[in-house]
């Protein structure tokens, strides 16, 4: 049988599939993109498709009314097919794509986070310099008295103009096949960019004698989200940044989904294939135009990726990451080129993966960390990134600590049945009037939009909120009753933002009991994670002298509230800082400065992992942080106590 | 307009085409493989195609009969389209694939010439020692307690098993992707091959425990027929050896005329292609499958071809070769390796390929002379490569001199009316009664088969035969009258070996004026190339202890015929050897053994070339050249004079 998906805005994709398939593995199966953060398990909702035609079979889900049903509408990963027929597919990956909220440098505010970072870094001993060279030549063309050929005219000329004496000169393929053109179009003035390391010189492109540009790439690789940034080598100056997001998205939210997708057959290329030729592929084509230079004149690329993204990106196989005793294929791996990955850059450009330390504190920690500069202070730093997963790095120039939390997908809308990730519509701060219980809010678009859902920050906020205005107790459980109180036939409750006709779905825009229990779990294995891991070296949330959050969700969040909740510990406000996409800064920084890579091996190789779920107390110290803000409630002296 | 080509035995191609656009060019742009050794210039006849619907437009030639003309054949090098039309394309070049007779180490006296060069030169100073190591490994899991990843894993493992101390370990992606899967699949026992250079081990490999064969692979591109073996790297014994036509053969039988094909628009990529995807990728898998091996396990390859053929197969611009000052891209290049040119092999094995040393003298010729092992000896050698041009070389240990001779394809059995190569039907030795002028021939093929044309050896015997008996005279014009003499309109005599009902293909085989003008031509151009190189060193044919000739035709030739028509020196027959493929066997050599390789560069680097066409006396000593046996016939007493 045949299963049509009609996707808005888009041509259709038929796939031919057995009575019983599944439609959302359908859907992966033809790559048609279907948002579903809970990766199928039916928890989020997200991946509602509309019947247009033909017969399914759905087990019914609370995430669709009875008049949705009616309509149409299901959760494909709910949904089998048993006959032939037709679905839509609502348009969310590229809306999602285009206005998704990120921690890129698009805004000044993170430019100015950016510049900052850098400064400091270059400040304090990662001096801006790589091994890049772009060295400009003036040759002749051979006569019958100077037979010499190209390539041993090439490395004649560049052992004499090289700033080191008797250089091994090297030309690989790629220079090799355009040397004879490129002598002779431009009367044998060129410039040639390579590598100069040890006293050999590895040409790596040969240009007209005005191209000089040496160009690096930094890549940041989230879960969800990849960024980037053009860099020119030689003057640490942007050429052009941009974003997208990670088209593994629809192989599943989380990273242990997308494993299990990698081990099916065909899957490990289907996920390289995902993050290389359909999401970084395409942002490098756009940031070379806007930058207006040749792909190949990349000659380093430097990328901070979790642990899990790092396999998948190479094609390694990542099962070893989620599985007994959770010993990934690699922590530290040099030797990767831009070929290797047939990425658009020059082919024999080193790829420089920013180490992974166990199998959920990856290289965008360690890259992140570099960032921090923590590793060069007496100050003790807690560190913590914010994005799919939550990673924290507690330590300072003596020691460094870190640790991943199970958060889930919590902070990136997922597990919330009104969640959503920060594009248009989304709900990104909130207050509620304690008297009339109404709430302000602050939407993610143009003027006038109307609510569609809420994402990380709003969700902080809300719970935040909702606790101080006292609708809902300590346990997460609507104390209050009134118009914006809701409660379902089971006697739920729920508290509503925008009804159905405030909303811009025409669904109502809530969040409810349920909801706030799986973002109290999340933001109990943020705290009890900070909490372990300053146990772990014997000191208390007072030793911390400087908290550093980063992250995409980072840049929003009133850390005011996050306290109030008792996600973050309870120090002074002065002392959290904003620091914007740091694995992207620490990448920034490996492609400008050879020092800054050696570092951050030397930060990976003496970073002390804690696996928390085997970590004595780490148990108790979860439940503990599973209330508002926290069954100690001397922790948090400054929160809002009921 | 379209031109459809009914290819014998295979399906029909159709191109697109405007009216007046050359037959031979369509069908090398839709890639039917038309054979013609002249290249399109009218003078071979071998380009034959049969009309069979629609209407083009011919330019008589000599080669087609009337009666053929009638029936539809035409060259389709004289054809131009003027009109839809079907033509039909004998299958030429499929036969000569399959039968071509070839020094490919297909018969047990090339295999013996082969090991007693391998011997010589293991004798006298080449160790067929390489680089290339298999580490068997018994590795042991990861566990909570010893969580090395795979990668830190394996280089611990190789550093205690390699015979050096501190060995650097480099994993290249090839081995890095399937590292995880190849442990865990052996249970940790495996195989890792690579190269150790400098303390520097690079895996290349990683197999199951017992998998321990080192694959070389040695080629011999010729511009006519490539020749290879696969080479087991330990033990230097011969796994699989094959050859085939070089599939560049469609773009013109000659180098320069592939060198203007390559210049065209796509015309690297075509060229480069034709030798890489239609004719090594095959030849290697073939071999692969009868040495029982995987692609990957191919961990060098070396290869011996002239200059033009080098340049083409590394796709870097040939033109400089056949354009003043001749002065190529290269002469020695290294930093090749098999994933730049997509050839199936181990992705970082390096390709070696002989240095060249001028634009019409290469690799070829350094690897046969590192195989004729002259540069270790005190006699004085000449080293004759009888392929497509005619290379010499001259001298011992003390100096060595060498010169390309424009012979042109006669050896080939181009620009000869019958000429062909030698396969299936051509005439590959020949006497003749001085009484009854009638010939006796072999034909090569099975018994009974049938004369279709004459290879280069038969054309030497015929020559030699048709000067002994003075049926030519000097100058190669007929003397005598008689019953296989005939002459044309304008008294233009030719020799009849087989009448129409005689051949195979009811089409006369003879030769006449014309042909044996080109061919003296071409013997004389070998003999003043030999007599010009001497003379430059002031020595003199009695100078010449040994007398070493390769090639594939070489095989075939009836040496005191060749001295007999003056295109060999005069020697004692006893100080003539043929010697087989010697690209072949020195590329061999270099598979092997890395000392072979340092050789082949500083035969290269040593080698001295002369220019023959500016060089003072070579015209003269060419005119001279251009008689039977010679102007100056004291140069060959022992020829039997007229």
Redesign the interface.
């Known amino acids: 049988m045949k299963v049509t998906f009609q996707i808005e805005g888009g041509s259709p994709v038929e796939i031919e599939c057995n009575a019983g398939d599944n439609l959302l593995e359908l859907a992966r199966r033809a790559n048609v993109a279907i948002d579903a953060p809970c990766s199928g398990n039916g928890s989020c909702g997200k991946c509602r498709v509309k019947l247009v035609e033909g017969e399914v079979e759905t087990i019914p889900s609370r995430h669709i009314t009875d008049e949705e049903y009616e309509a149409g509408w299901r959760l494909s990963c709910n949904t089998k097919v048993i006959g032939d027929c037709t679905v839509f597919v609502p348009d969310i990956a590229s809306a999602y794509q285009r206005r998704m909220k990120t921690a890129d440098l698009s805004s000044p505010e993170e430019v100015a986070i950016f510049e900052n970072a850098k400064k400091e870094m270059q400040e304090s001993g990662l001096p801006f310099d790589n091994c890049y060279e772009a060295i400009q030549l003036e040759l002749s063309a051979?006569?019958?008295d100077d037979?010499?050929?190209?390539?041993?005219r090439l490395t004649w000329g560049l052992q004499a103009a090289l700033p080191v004496d008797d250089a091994t000169i090297?030309?690989?393929?790629?220079v090799?096949?355009k040397?004879?053109?490129t002598l002779r179009e431009n009367d044998f003035r060129v410039c040639v960019k390579g590598e100069l390391k040890d006293n050999v010189f590895t040409c790596m492109d040969i240009c007209a004698y005005d191209d000089t540009k040496l160009v690096g790439c930094a890549i940041d690789i989230g879960t969800t989200t990849v960024s980037m940034v053009l860099v020119d080598m030689a003057t640490g100056e942007l050429l052009a940044k941009g974003s997208s997001g990670n088209g593994q998205i629809r192989y599943g939210a989380d990273v242990i989904n997308r494993i299990i997708e990698s081990t099916r057959t065909g899957g490990r290329k289907k996920l390289q294939d995902a993050i290389i030729k359909e999401t970084l592929t395409p942002i490098i084509a756009n940031l070379c135009r806007t930058a207006g230079i040749k792909a190949t004149s990349i000659l380093r690329l430097c990328i901070g990726a979790n642990t899990t993204m790092n396999h998948l990106l190479?094609?390694?196989?990542a099962?070893?990451v989620r599985m007994d005793?959770y010993?990934?294929?690699?922590?530290a791996?040099e030797?990767?080129?831009a070929?290797?990955l047939k990425l658009p850059a020059n082919p024999i450009a080193p790829v420089v993966i920013a180490p992974n330390i166990g199998s959920y504190v990856g290289g965008d920690i360690t890259a992140g960390t570099l960032a921090t500069m923590m590793w060069d202070k007496d100050e003790m730093t807690l560190f913590i990134d914010l994005g799919t997963n939550g990673e924290i790095v507690f330590g300072n120039r003596d020691f460094l600590m870190s640790c991943a939390c199970s958060a889930g997908p919590a902070f990136e809308g997922g597990d919330i049945s009104c969640g959503m990730r920060a594009t248009d519509g989304a709900i990104e701060a909130v207050t509620i009037d304690k008297a009339t219980m109404e709430p302000t809010m602050t939407i993610v678009g143009e003027a006038g939009q109307k609510p569609v859902g809420i994402c990380g920050s709003g969700i902080i906020d809300i719970i935040s909120e909702l606790f101080r205005t006292g609708i809902i107790n300590a346990r997460g459980l609507f104390a209050r009753e009134g118009e914006r109180v809701k409660r379902d036939q089971h006697g739920m409750g729920r508290y509503v933002l925008a009804t159905a006709q405030e909303s811009e779905t025409g669904r109502e825009v809530s969040i409810n009991e349920v909801d706030i229990d799986n973002f109290i779990r999340a933001k109990g294995a943020i705290y009890s994670g900070i909490d372990t891991l300053l146990q772990s070296v014997d000191m208390t949330p007072d030793c911390i002298d400087c908290v550093m959050v980063a992250g995409g969700i980072g840049s929003g969040i009133n850390m005011k509230n996050a306290i109030n909740i008792g996600m973050l510990p309870d120090v002074e406000l002065e002392k959290y800082k904003y620091i914007g996409n740091s694995s992207l800064t620490g990448a920034y920084a490996m492609t400008v400065s050879d020092a800054a890579i050696d570092k951050c091996h030397e930060v990976g190789a003496n970073m002390t992992y804690l696996e928390l779920s085997t970590y004595p107390g780490y148990m108790d110290s979860f439940v503990a942080a599973c209330f508002l803000p926290h069954t100690d409630a001397k922790l948090f002296p400054n929160s809002i106590q009921q």
């Open positions: 051979p006569t019958e037979t010499m050929p190209d390539n041993e090297r030309i690989p393929y790629g090799m096949v040397l004879a053109g190479i094609g390694v196989d099962d070893p005793p010993i990934p294929s690699f922590f791996w030797g990767l080129t070929q290797d």
